[in-house]
């Protein structure tokens, strides 16, 4: 039984061993661009709904997606490879990622992300990553994805709402711990705005100031509307490091906002929030936050290549960096807590 | 204990739903493009070199790639996430993966291959991949990769080879297994020649003829001069569709080339390699071969989105599909050879 026990292990050591010198691992990552646009080929060519409705054969998709067989099949089983499906004999049928968050069947379907997460000019920089690398910025002109009135913004309060979704309940709860009875809270970068939304939903005395571009606003709006709290909800157009932020307020959030900006931009942006914070006001950041070895969890980490394409000087900042950015604003007692199954956390600082 | 050992595993099962039902699957498929953009980078900044040297630091790096420090900080942290490198402190070190196959200075190094995997014209389709699984053919021009001296396969026959060359050693052992003393060999679509120069070493009586465009076969005599079998290596220059192949042949190799065609191509191509062959003589396919299912294993099954992307009719055949070409040209004993830790098989049948 020993002997056999240590065979079962060395054969298992020779495994790992083989697994870990397989070439394999260069040739895909070679090819992971094709698991971006088969997903977003996916979506725009509706293949999730059909699946859910149990016509899942290839003819029926086809049909709906008004494709090829040929086309059909080969991306169905690219699904299947990448998890986002399975198969049952010739019948692709949900896995519960696909039946939750692609099938547009699903209140949590989350499909629309593909447009900004797949939008080209911010992809732009990937084209020439080397060079990118060179120079330290990205390629994309003036301040990259922050430039002034830049339309992406409006794309993503459009279209990454179902993915931010899910994080505007834990913030809310998050931040209201601290806050009780009517309150005043401005909304930096509000984009889709669910964040101060979900604040107004839970605390019926809070009065939300949305801060973004103007047309980015409008999207904000309609989901205050929504949502039912546009009596409580206003709108401050502009940018933030420009407009009066007014106040002071009990609360201000700066959601996925200062990963786009070098540490002295951020430290002077939460100087400006300081002073617009009553006593005792607190700020809290939502945040992709990595380790301090910064190279784990991958979600977290990895959005410091993001914000290398597509920023100036941004960064996905460890929390001893953004908890010395608040200590060098006035801050104090900065909390971080990591939102689960997400790779966000809100890090919270006291006025 | 019984109690204690349930909830434990509970708690798994739990994790399992909880994962399974992770959105961040979304987020990393649509970001999976920058994996493939990150590698290159790596590569055309030569990072893997001073790591391999023991100057893992990221100043070192920079000095050495001419880069910003930012740009190789978030690069070398995105090859740590990947597995491609690993980190200890602020020093990056190789991986098993990235010494074998990643730095120059390892025989095994193919990173090459990034020049023909990632060819930005035979990308091209990704950009639209709805419009390609609509038509169900290649957006590229004409017959796609395979269209008549596509000038791609010079750089797959002078890039590639290092990524083929593991494969050459068990196949030309497969196809000698049959062959002792004296014989023909011709290798269809030769690119860099590795297969058919490989089988001129393991038998000093073999004589080789390698068929693909004149440009290619320049790479593949360049190499069968290094291997030192110049003396039994001929050229047939041109279309494997369209030449005379000679003969006969004790034995034809057609290596990473049926899956670029449909299948009455493939068995018309077949019939004219068995007029081309000795009676009792064998022909032997090199294949991205994946399972019945189509979808496992990934990197073989995965093969087909290469194929609908790029070739008009192409697919990664399965077994039966290759067994019943080879029956339709008059080939029996059709067998499978798997190659261990590659996504190949030989498939191989006698005339």
């Known amino acids: 039984m020993a002997d056999g026990h240590t065979a079962v292990m060395d054969e298992g050591s020779k495994k790992a061993a083989e697994a870990a010198l397989n070439p394999g691992i260069v040739f895909e ?18 293949i999730f709904r059909p699946v859910g409705e149990g016509r899942g054969d290839v003819a029926s998709i086809a049909e709906h997606a008004n494709a090829s067989e040929r086309g059909i099949r080969i991306l169905c089983d690219f699904m299947v490879i990448n998890g986002l499906l399975t198969k049952e004999g010739n019948l692709y049928k949900h896995t519960p990622c696909s039946a939750a968050f692609l099938d547009p069947a699903s209140p949590a379907c989350l499909a629309s992300v593909a447009q900004f997460l797949g939008n080209d000019a911010m992809r732009e920089p990937l084209k020439n990553l080397a060079q990118v690398v060179r120079d330290g910025r990205t390629s994309l002109e ?16 459009e279209t990454m709402a179902p993915m931010m979704a899910p994080m505007a309940g834990p913030l809310a709860a998050t931040v209201l711990g601290r806050h009780e009875g009517p309150m005043r809270v401005l909304d930096i970068a509000a984009g889709h705005g669910l964040f101060g939304i979900e604040v107004a939903k839970q605390n019926k005395q809070a009065h939300v100031t949305g801060l973004d571009w103007a047309p980015v606003l409008r999207v904000a709006l309609k989901n205050a509307e929504k949502a039912g709290v546009q009596d409580r909800y206003d709108m401050l157009p502009g940018s933030a490091f420009e407009v009066d932020f007014g106040g002071p307020y009990d609360l201000v959030l700066l959601t996925n906002f200062l990963h786009h900006f070098d540490k002295p931009t951020c430290i002077d942006l939460l100087k400006k929030v300081h002073g617009a914070l009553k006593p005792g006001g607190s700020a809290a950041m939502l945040e992709f936050v990595p380790n301090e070895d910064r190279v784990s ?21 460890t929390f001893s960096e953004l908890e010395t950015m608040y200590h060098g604003a006035g801050f104090k007692d900065v909390k971080a807590n990591p939102i689960p199954m997400s790779p966000h956390t809100i890090v919270t600082g006291c006025a």
């Open 297 to 317: 969890p991958p979600m977290a980490a990895g959005f410091a290549m993001t914000m290398l394409t597509t920023t100036v000087a941004g960064d996905a900042y």
């Open 142 to 157: 003036g301040e990259g994805s922050v430039e002034p009135e830049n339309p992406i913004w409006v794309q993503f309060a």
């Open 29 to 46: 990552m070679m090819q992971a661009v094709q698991k971006t646009a088969a997903l977003k080929a996916a979506i725009d060519l509706d």
